[in-house]
């Protein structure tokens, strides 16, 4: 290894979270939670890659107390008593090793169809009714189904407390029903839901705010956002650092301790004229510690690289970039999707030099639990 891994393996604090390094593992859909219960194979799961080494485990998307919550069979709850015990059984087996754990806290909005379990008549709940620009699907939520969602943000977070979890992270990302509100395409609201960025920012703010009220000061609070979209991976919510920094200031003052910038790629420069990436403006504007991700370990996107490429396998790709960004302060903590999926031990062996022996991420993985 040409570079000192010295960043990537530095212990860090905010509040009462403490982490032995700055390697997350990145929230990923996996679909192995029958009835939305996270099982001994679960737990196993995240264990094996906390026994590894990995600073904080963010679980796979978990989804909040509401009807309309889950969009795919098989997702895990982050409510109901059964649900909840498997979750501690998660967090458990995570501490023991000597790991930090946040709950992806998710709810999928108008990606939902109906027929999906686990109440098939239930439609998607988005801020206008619509998956995408000019798209309908579902039904556009009351000020009451505002309400209503609100609330079970809180109370998944307040469980989450309770349960023994390190903080939060909110699923604002990816085109799901926070990103809906964020994002122009999607949000056609006229009452104080839409319109003006700070109209559409409400139902986040509103969410972190309640998130806050009930876990207290010292609980950290990590939003993740993302420009792009699954309905539109072109898409962007500000395009310019004054926009973002008008973006980023009511969510700071709401109370988010963390922000997760989500990018396809780490490397790529959020802004021209600058190198930094989403992750590194973010951390600049807001004054928060960022956690950036991105095809770290591999040479293709997420989208790409897992759902586009005739490839089986994707390539390994070097990490003194990464290395060289996290040495700059550009962002304090990076997210590893895939290439811990794929195999348990990567970072032991990026520790150790072993990169020979990582193994190469296959698309076969994502059709079992290891």
């Known amino acids: 290894m040409s570079m000192n891994l010295g960043p990537l393996f530095e212990p860090f604090e905010l509040h009462n979270l403490k982490l032995r390094?700055?390697?997350?593992?990145?929230?990923m859909t996996r679909n192995f939670s029958p009835n939305g219960v996270p099982g001994e194979d679960v737990v196993s799961y995240y264990q094996r890659r906390a026994e590894a080494g990995v600073g904080l485990i963010i679980t796979e998307g978990t989804t909040v107390n509401h009807p309309a919550a889950s969009g795919y069979p098989n997702v895990p709850a982050f409510h109901g008593s059964d649900a909840l015990e498997g979750w501690k059984n998660v967090v458990d087996a995570v501490h023991e090793a000597g790991g930090a754990i946040f709950p992806q806290l998710w709810h999928v909005g108008a990606v939902r169809k109906e027929g999906t379990p686990p109440d098939p008549s239930i439609p998607?709940?988005?801020?206008?009714?619509?998956?995408?620009?000019?798209k309908p699907n579902g039904k556009a939520m009351s000020k009451e189904d505002i309400e209503d969602v609100v609330t079970a943000f809180a109370d998944a977070a307040q469980d989450a407390k309770a349960l023994g979890f390190d903080g939060v992270e909110i699923h604002g990302a990816h085109g799901y029903?926070?990103?809906?509100?964020?994002?122009?395409?999607?949000?056609?609201?006229?009452?104080?839901?839409?319109?003006?960025?700070?109209?559409?920012?409400?139902?986040?703010?509103?969410?972190?705010?309640?998130?806050?009220?009930?876990?207290?000061?010292d609980f950290p609070i990590m939003l993740r956002f993302s420009q792009w979209k699954q309905q539109d991976y072109e898409a962007k919510l500000v395009t310019s650092p004054e926009q973002l920094e008008q973006f980023l200031k009511p969510l700071v003052e709401a109370g988010v301790d963390i922000f997760?910038?989500?990018?396809?790629?780490?490397?790529?420069?959020?802004?021209?004229?600058?190198?930094?990436?989403?992750?590194?403006?973010?951390?600049?504007?807001?004054?928060k510690p960022t956690m950036s991700v991105g095809s770290v370990?591999?040479?293709?996107?997420?989208?790409?690289?897992?759902?586009?490429?005739?490839?089986?396998?994707?390539?390994?790709?070097?990490?003194?970039?990464?290395?060289?960004?996290?040495?700059?302060?550009?962002?304090?903590?990076?997210?590893?999707?895939?290439?811990?999926?794929?195999?348990?031990?990567?970072?032991?062996?990026?520790?150790?030099g072993r990169l020979n022996e990582v193994e190469s991420f296959a698309k076969k993985s994502l059709a079992k639990l290891y």
């Open 124 to 134: 998607g709940y988005s801020p206008s009714g619509l998956f995408g620009p000019g």
């Open 177 to 217: 029903l926070l990103d809906q509100f964020l994002w122009e395409g999607t949000n056609q609201r006229d009452d104080e839901y839409g319109g003006s960025m700070e109209n559409r920012l409400r139902f986040v703010v509103e969410i972190v705010e309640a998130v806050r009220h009930r876990v207290g000061p």
């Open 21 to 27: 390094n700055r390697v997350a593992m990145a929230p």
């Open 297 to 352: 370990g591999l040479t293709e996107d997420f989208i790409s690289g897992t759902f586009a490429s005739t490839q089986e396998a994707v390539e390994k790709a070097g990490i003194d970039e990464l290395v060289e960004r996290m040495n700059n302060h550009e962002f304090e903590l990076i997210a590893v999707g895939r290439a811990l999926l794929q195999d348990p031990e990567w970072l032991i062996k990026v520790k150790e």
């Open 260 to 287: 997760h910038a989500s990018t396809r790629r780490f490397w790529e420069p959020e802004f021209e004229g600058s190198d930094l990436n989403l992750a590194g403006w973010t951390q600049k504007l807001s004054g």
